[in-house]
């Protein structure tokens, strides 16, 4: 199985920057995903990285290095509707089947 | 087009009873997925269909737990004898066929909050 490890909260101030990282141990890495939720809401799909690098698009940006395990998301220009969870999620491959298995989140809080 | 959809949006039932949840995915899409997440925790895996595949039921927590998908679309999740701790938001997820290293990326329902009494 996974071991995914992320900030259980952070706050931030509105037009800055936040960097929420994500560590994550799998025998069979396929790919990680960034989700964000919203209280009460249903996780909606924020970024995709499978190969090494960064992948930008508008205000969000995720990292990937697989041989360190790591994984950011970048957060530009906060804005007081980006408060939310924010999930780590690895799929591994290992096992035959391609399950998600997803962090505890990170609850972000963004002030005036 | 319409997204993933779950009924009911709320149940409470007493410890004991039986319950069922519904998850109808979005049309086309073969992999289907069961979480539940309980307050302030993560996601936790429960179950999933892949086409005709058998189930992937590695994440039921236990023998009271089961699901099935018809025809290849609507799945029902049901919690026989619940007891209190399986009080959670009980969410479905669909994507399309998950191979190679492409996304695939899950679209969610807006999940089922059960409360066991």
């Known amino acids: 199985g996974q071991n995914i490890d992320q900030p259980t909260e952070m706050t931030a101030t509105e037009g800055a920057i936040v960097q929420i990282n994500c560590t994550y141990q799998t025998s069979g890495f396929n790919g990680l995903f960034w989700y964000q939720q919203h209280a009460g809401e249903a996780p909606t799909f924020l970024s995709y990285n499978v190969l090494d690098g960064l992948e930008e698009k508008g205000r969000f940006s995720s990292f990937l290095s697989r041989s360190k395990g790591y994984s950011y998301l970048l957060l530009k220009e906060l804005q007081m509707k980006d408060s939310a969870s924010y999930l780590c999620a690895v799929r591994d491959h290992s096992g035959g089947s391609y399950i998600p298995t997803f962090g505890r989140g990170t609850s972000l809080i963004v002030h005036p | 087009g319409a997204g993933v959809s779950q009924s009911p949006s709320n149940k409470v039932t007493e410890k004991g009873k039986d319950v069922e949840l519904r ?86 329902g807006p999940g089922t909050r059960l409360t066991v009494t």
Request: one cysteine or more; a negative charge; charged letters at 15%.
């Open chain 2, 23 to 108: 998850c109808d995915p979005i049309s086309g899409h073969t992999a289907l997925y069961w979480y539940r997440q309980s307050l302030g925790q993560g996601l936790e895996f429960l179950i999933y269909f892949q086409g005709n595949s058998a189930p992937d039921k590695s994440g039921l927590p236990s023998d009271r737990f089961s699901a099935e998908r018809t025809g290849g679309s609507v799945s029902t999740l049901t919690i026989q004898r619940t007891q209190q701790e399986d009080s959670a938001v009980y969410l479905c997820a669909s994507s399309t066929t998950p191979a190679g290293t492409g996304a695939y990326e899950q679209y969610f």
